[in-house]
């Protein structure tokens, strides 16, 4: 069965677990993981939800995988919310 995109991702970085992808240290190192994968080999779905689980829900979904993967690439891009 193949992998899906976050899990891609957090073999890419050497994760443990999926949810270390939310770790700060890990997220500088994120643009580049991202930048490995080709936007048309994950459907738009896994793409926004890679968006949501790494920033928020609050983040507006893309139309289209190469602006999802555009904004994982952005180093500026906003860490991501805690729960208190």
């Known amino acids: 069965m193949p992998k899906d995109l976050l899990e891609e991702l957090a073999d890419s970085l050497h994760c443990t677990y999926l949810s270390d992808l939310r770790r700060a240290d890990l997220r500088a190192f994120l643009p580049e993981a991202v930048a490995r994968v080709s936007a048309h080999t994950y459907p738009l779905r896994e793409w926004n939800d890679a968006v949501a689980y790494l920033f928020g829900e609050d983040v507006e979904p893309f139309d ?21």
Not at 64 to 84: G, I, W
């Open 64 to 84: 289209d995988p190469e602006q999802a993967k555009a904004f994982l690439q952005r180093p500026s891009s906003p860490p991501p919310k805690t729960q208190c």
